[in-house]
């Protein structure tokens, strides 16, 4: 009667905690070897590593401020509409003023306020956030289109070249990156909001405000897109209707090919974002410059990405499903 | 274990896809001289090519690159995904820069991104031309910047004027429903010249024709960011522009307007087949015919347009604006080897970029279209042969016989005659 369950080791290494935060930067690395030979070691240049880490930086930012809101177990879909929000009014803020002060403040605090706004609605209407954001990633939408029409607002280059040549996006992405890494791994915010998304039910139970939380989650996530607004307009030099559209879901992306789970909980990660966003650029360069055609890429990375999701993301048996 | 075997199984995928990519190793063409014999292609030159296009007539235009301007030119292409804007763009270049290119043809058309991509260009020293509409001073003497070609906005509108002179020289008092794309700010670089134009050209042609006074100046007129009706001081001549980018919402949109009975002709300056369905429907419900007039290009889509009744007897489509991607392509790639062979400045007018402009054909009717259509179908009826591009990649061409040829090729029964097909 006392027999022990026969346990499949392999099975065992595969939902262990170290798997799942080795595997999506093992996958990064062999990714990087592999088009490393191909490409006779162009990939891994130094030039060449310069361009990888300057295409991810702004999903890398904008991922990681969302890891907060995707460990509490939650989906926001108003992440790309609220950067591209703020970077519209904060480029507007640099040509009214030309100060390059006025647009930060402009963009993290705007970043925050269209973030804050998402999470009280969510929490003051009971209403689950996915919906919210949707609802928020429309009006954002219809905002910048009512703001810009047709048009577009670009930043002076002179202004976009120094910003570049100072390391400004460097700087900017690594204390943001730290300053969540430290809040996700080694504060309150980071274990409440990760046990949130592994047992709501626990978590109120144990007294942690989930609403307190969610609204912590979404400022960070609000900063996150304050800043990854500011990258992507010294990145692109401009803002318009058709800038990033993509930027939600490569951030979704991001996030679950660097190992975050999509149901949040105990195995969510804050560099997740950073990982998953250089797995792409990696993927995407390394193709490229293997000479494989941009249609065939587009094949081989939407197959690579499922079987990557559908190889990462099993619920751990025992929790309870998602609501909603 | 069988997310393993999923991941080995995409890596191994992954890997033979990209051996496939690697088996076109590029030929070795040092012997492709022109018929002076001044030409030299013997160094291999990679091209990146960010579009914006996807479609038929992008794949007509890639088949060209890869088939006629490669081999002619010894030249390789690294062709993007579509793009739609400049940090797509950016990150394009990069990546063709990574990759080991030389030499950039943007279609990415918004000034802003011609802008940033021309610095970044010259920044990584890639030779940029650019398929576009307008001419963008900003970096117009960046030196790796060598120019622009594409359809030529005061041309589509001319072509735009004559085709419906045509229709309104009857007469009878005739009413427009325009839907005018990306017209509003296309004079300024903000939204697409050939489009502002277009507009321009249509609202011209009525004018002259009825002798109508607006209560704006034309170019006011089409740049008015929200649709509704104009005031023509006729009332018995209507026209109602919409501006907008997208297609199914302007259906949605003008479904109404066209129901009222009040119009006889519809334009699009792009796009004109997703109305025709729509249009149709009003046919049958009004029993009335309302004359199609659309941008288009050379490839089946307009053929069904002109080959197809609506309901009323006539053909879908009773005049295109045709503009052809290859042309422009062709022009950019000469550029680009001029660049190279050291002539980037017989592209130059004094140091400064030049917009060389690919001239729109008015098409009326099936028949002419017939014969257009056989273009592009196989290399000796591209627009440009590779003997062509042989000739005008030669030491002493400059932008102004680039010109001088566009020109040239203006006329529907020149080109024609050119390619053996009238």
Redesign the interface.
Known sequence: MNEKKQVNP??KI?ESRLFSQIMPVG?LL?LVL?FGI?TGG??V?P??LK?II??AI?VATVATGGAFIFASGNVSLSLGATTILTATIAALAYNATGSLLVMIIVAILLGVILMTASALLSTALGVRVMYVTIVMMTMFSALQQAIL????V?LP?DL??TLTNNGFMYIAFGIFFIVCVILFHFTDIGRSLRFIGTNNTCAEQTGISKAKYLLIAFIIAGVGCGIGALL?LV????I?T????SLNMDCMLALVLGGMSIFGGSKSYVYSGVVGAITVVVL??G??????????????RG??FL??V???QVRPKGLPAPEG | ?K??I??I???V???S??A???A?KPADNSSNTSSEGTVDVSKHHKIGVATVHSGENWEIAKTYLETVIAPTYNFEF????TL????GL??FM???????CDGFINLVT????I??GA?KADELGMWFVTQNSAWVE?VAELPKNIGHCGADPVAVGTAYKEAFSEYLSDGQPHSVILFEG?A??GDKG??AASHFYSAVGVLEAFQEAYGLTYDKPIADLVNQ?DPGEVNTGNPDVHIYLY?G?NPNDAVTALLPVLQTGNYDIFAAVFSFAAFTNAISDVETSLGKDIKVIGTAQIEKQTKTGFETQDPTGDTVLNSAILNDLSLACAINCIELKQAFDGHADAMKDNGKTVLIGVRSWAVNGPETYAKMEKLNTSPELYILTAEDLLHYAEAGITWQDLDNLLADLASVDTLLERKGLN
């Open positions: 392999i099975k595969l996958l062999l592999v191909i162009r990939l240049s030039a060449s361009i300057l295409q702004v029409g047709g048009s577009t670009a280059y976009v070249q992507a990145r692109g030099g401009s318009g058709s800038t990033l559209p995407n360069q193709l490229l410059m293997a000479g494989v055609d941009s249609t065939i890429i587009q094949a081989i197959i690579a079987a990557l559908a190889a990462s | 274990m997310r393993l999923a991941l199984l995409v890596v995928m992954a890997m896809f990209v496939c990519g690697n076109d690294v062709i993007s995904e739609s804007d400049a940090n950016i990150a990069e990546q063709c820069y990574a990759a080991g918004s000034n802003d991104a802008s940033q610095h900003d990306a509003v700010g903000q939204g960011q501006p980018r």
